[in-house]
């Protein structure tokens, strides 16, 4: 119980950092969430995983509704497979969603998700994203010394190449990467990094999701 409220808190915070995004003044969890207490005397010991959702909107851009679902705990005591993806993709739309996260429970001696599954999310309209709770439990970009990661604007491209070098000639960064999966980004885009180094105060650099 207290892992789901856990990654709940983390969620929340690294869609903040990496995204921008803020909780929707109509989600129905987060009144809930100042304390553990709180979550359990709500939702009780054993909540069903299923029936949670969480609502975020971005506050510049009206359009955003990321939201994010967490798979039934019998499903993800199991990979989930392409029919039971397929349902969590359709709740996704029903719930509007631009964008989203499906959160299952860690299975050490399995993948989260099988190959055709995958192939699925990856003809989705909807970017969503799989994580596996453990990868959620603890938020390990919420150190002061961990760098700043942002997408750039395709209209900065030109600057970039007029001042380092061609795009597939900057460091790369992949698809799968977790600081790129929680980002949302896709093949071909850049995302800039901004470090910060003791010795020599701010590092700026920029990497190309290949």
Known sequence: MYVLY????????????????????????????????????????EPDRAAISMHFVHPMHDEVNFVVLFAAQEESSKNIGKQGIVGYVEQFRELGATGGILVVESNKSKRP?????????????????????????????????????????????????????????LPRMKPTDIVARLLGVRRGMVVKMTDIVETSGVAVSYLYVQ
């Open 6 to 45: 856990q990654v709940m808190k983390n969620v929340t915070d690294i869609l903040a950092q990496f995204r921008g995004l803020v909780p929707s003044p109509t989600c129905a969890v987060q009144p809930y969430m100042a304390s553990h207490d709180s979550f359990v005397a709500h939702f009780g010991e």
């Open 113 to 169: 998700i099988t190959s055709m599954a995958v192939d699925v999310l990856q003809a989705e309209e909807i970017p969503i994203e799989i994580f596996e709770d453990t990868q959620l439990v603890f938020n390990a970009f919420a150190h002061d010394l961990q760098p700043r990661f942002e997408i750039v604007d395709p209209s900065k491209y030109a600057e970039i190449t007029s001042t380092f070098c061609a795009l597939a000639q």
